[in-house]
């Protein structure tokens, strides 16, 4: 490789991780307790809760959605799940179909009496560790901010693997230089520790490349989430809503039956699984549909949600039609990124990795910091760091 080109490699590397370093450290930081989000949230339930009627009858999602409304007078309804292991369901409320994450309230209700269950509070820190990683609490601006931030480390990926062969061609791999007990002098001896740091940083990046570059497309997914689901409503859905030019979005009073429109679902999808209803009016459906959503029973179609589409005002069935590809890969993308692929296990190589690359990240910075003057560079044969940091 030339050295007009390698020089240009570097400064793309160097500048790029330069930029979007700090960012990609806090979302490293932040995203090491998300990883164990489920376990972390199972270690501070107290496990004292049980249903009211453990053996009785499940009362109807009408009914719950009922509660769910008395429980927050003047909200409107906007999203409702269900638990895997409890007769749980889960709602979340807003006092308008436009209302941001801020604004939405969630709660959850025993199936078997409509109460409301204990343990969920509103703004705890792991609310508040998530959205700091998602949106630095700037919403769609905070998320389009960091996966630009996305790009940049996608590019310092990049740019670091074309510069790591021809700057360690004549090292083995694995190779870590310790500086000699021999050197004396001080301005060698903090070039011995620059070449050790250099090659901790150029191991651990090589190691974390694949999935760093995993971690990182599929973050800058996540970050348009906003614009993928805008997409969705308004070019795929298109046809179900030529209808409904003049049609307000319906008050809870207005609306069909919601058991009979998941019925009607689960009849249209025998083989799939009801994961989470979306209210009219809300990102997730039409102004004038429930969108009840399905997920397959394997492994990877667990993650693959399926619409089914009702009219909120007359309970009729519309259609059910699989999503684009691009919401597909949004649907990917989530679990993916914080290894919910393969449970615990994958869990805690995802958190190994995620550790590597705090050291990546905080080597690289050392090695820019102390980086060498010019005079004492160009006399210093050992080629410059694989980051560019030079």
């Known amino acids: 490789m030339k050295q007009t080109t390698l020089r240009l490699w570097s400064a793309i590397h160097k500048w790029t991780s330069l930029i979007c370093t700090a960012f990609i450290m806090m979302l490293c930081l932040t995203g090491l307790p998300l990883i164990f989000h489920d376990e972390i949230d199972h270690a501070l339930d107290s496990g004292d809760w049980q249903p009211a009627h453990p053996d009785g009858p499940m009362l109807s999602l009408d009914a719950m959605l009922n509660a769910a409304l008395a429980n927050r007078p003047g909200d409107v309804p906007l999203f409702m799940s269900f638990d895997i292991d409890r007769p749980v369901v889960n709602v979340t409320s807003g006092p308008s179909v436009d209302a941001t994450d801020g604004q939405m309230h969630f709660a959850s209700f025993d199936r078997t009496s409509g109460a409301l269950v204990p343990g969920h509070a509103d703004g705890g820190v792991m609310d508040f560790i998530l959205q700091l990683h998602t949106d630095l609490f700037l919403g ?21 693997v074309v510069l790591y062969a021809p700057f360690m061609r004549k090292l083995k791999f694995g190779t870590l230089r310790q500086p000699s007990q021999a050197v004396r002098h001080s301005s060698h001896r903090r070039r011995a520790n620059r070449i050790k740091w250099l090659d901790y940083h150029n191991l651990l990046g090589i190691v974390t490349v694949a999935w760093l570059s995993v971690v990182g497309v599929t973050g800058v997914i996540n970050t348009l989430a906003n614009p993928i689901v805008d997409a969705w409503r308004t070019q795929s859905l298109a046809d179900l809503t030529a209808g409904y030019r003049d049609a307000s979005v319906p008050t809870p009073a207005q609306m069909a039956s919601l058991d009979d429109a998941v019925a009607q679902a689960q009849r249209a999808a025998p083989d799939m699984t009801l994961q989470f209803v979306a209210f009219p009016g809300g990102g997730w459906s039409t102004d004038h549909h429930y969108a009840i959503f399905l997920h397959g029973n394997t492994p990877l179609t667990e993650h693959i949600i399926t619409p089914a589409l009702v009219d909120a005002r007359t309970g009729e069935f519309a259609d059910m039609r699989e999503m684009p590809w691009y919401n597909k890969a949004l649907a990917l993308s989530g679990p993916l990124h914080f290894g919910d692929y393969g449970g615990l296990p994958l869990k805690i190589l995802w958190a190994i990795l995620d550790v590597f690359t705090i050291v990546v990240l905080i080597t690289g910075l050392y ?3 102390v980086r060498r003057p010019v005079s004492a560079r160009n006399s210093y044969a050992t080629p410059p760091a694989a980051t560019g940091r030079s």
Do not use: H
């Open 140 to 160: 769609l601006p905070g998320m389009l901010f960091l996966g630009a931030m996305g790009l940049l480390l996608v590019a310092a990926i990049v740019s670091g």
């Open 367 to 369: 090695l820019w910091i």
